[in-house]
Nanobody
Framework: VQLQASGGGLVQAGGSLRLSCAASGSIFTVMGWYRQAPGKQRELVATITRSGSTNYTDSVKGRFTISRDSAKNTVYLRMNSLQPEDTAVYYC??????????WGQGTLVTVSS
């Protein structure tokens, strides 16, 4: 299984980006995004199940939207109203039921003030 993330970059505060992560393999039970800011631990950003149920960390609610295209085995993260504190390496993840998740290579998002 391989997960290929893309879409990161440099954006000004208040701007938007969309991350994409294309996965090989069968359709995953759950897909999601984590992030790791410099000097901090990796944290959950958002997840989406195969049925479309979503979960967000409080700091991104109302600003980020996770979605998936199961036919393409791809998960997206639309990020609006970006703030400098959103600067991090964003990692996509995907898992089958009761199995350890697979991880992508990460894509850097930098938000300038």
């Amino acid at each position: 299984v391989q997960l290929q993330a893309s879409g990161g970059g440099l954006v000004q505060a208040g701007g938007s980006l969309r991350l994409s992560c294309a996965a090989s393999g069968s359709i995953f039970t759950v897909m999601g995004w984590y992030r790791q800011a410099p000097g901090k631990q990796r944290e959950l950003v958002a997840t989406i199940t195969r049925s479309g149920s979503t979960n967000y960390t409080d700091s991104v609610k109302g600003r980020f939207t996770i979605s998936r295209d199961s036919a393409k085995n791809t998960v997206y993260l639309r990020m609006n109203s970006l703030q400098p504190e959103d600067t991090a390496v964003y990692y996509c993840t995907a898992a089958y039921s009761n199995m350890r998740p697979f991880w992508g290579q990460g894509t850097l998002v930098t938000v300038s003030s």
